[in-house]
């Protein structure tokens, strides 16, 4: 398993001056090197978790997402993310990523729906996005539209706007 941190440091839970130096730099996050100690922790009962990297960790205030690469098995991560949710005690989303707005939208936000996605070209060259979803679904979100908006910028970088229809 790859992290954003060393695999010494993931095991020890002690940062070496690198990847402390990240940290203080804001390349990384105290979450990003919470969540790779753990992955590491657990990798011997997971084998197949040799398979991804842990790209980014975003902590929210009712949730903590996760974005990993790698071959995909949805049930390792399901079940990955219900352990991780357990010992952390609060909610945690392991999404994979994707290119599509949409899609990495889809799996922070399950069990409610994005019907769509549409890009706003700025005078400045920039963009943003806005994504449609239906209003009877704001009730299914497991976090806040704010702070989904906020997840998506840390994520990719990419400003996005949910409205409700």
């Not at 002690?14 to 990847?19: D, F, G, K, S």
């Not at 996005?129 to 009730?139: A, C, F, H, N, W």
């Not at 976090?143 to 989904?148: T, Y």
Request: proline share 5%; net charge positive.
């Amino acid at each position: 398993m790859k992290t954003p941190i060393c695999y010494f440091c993931a095991k020890s839970g002690v940062l070496c001056p690198r990847c402390q130096e990240k940290l203080d730099k804001g390349e990384i996050t105290q979450a990003d090197v919470e969540v790779s100690k753990w992955f590491i922790d657990h990798e011997a009962k997971n084998p197949q978790l040799k398979d991804y990297s842990i790209l980014r960790t975003v902590k929210l205030p009712n949730m903590v997402i996760v974005m990993v690469s790698g071959s995909g098995n949805k049930a390792l991560l399901s079940k990955v993310s219900k352990q991780l949710s357990d010992e952390k005690r609060t909610s945690v989303r392991i999404v994979e990523k994707t290119s599509s707005i949409k899609r990495l939208l889809e799996q922070i936000v399950t069990p409610a729906r994005v019907m769509g996605a549409n890009t706003v070209w700025l005078p400045d060259g920039s963009w943003e996005s806005t994504i449609k979803m239906p209003r009877s679904d704001m009730r299914k979100m497991p976090i806040d539209p704010k702070s989904a908006e906020e997840a998506i910028k840390i994520l990719t970088g990419e400003v996005i706007h949910i409205v409700f229809e």
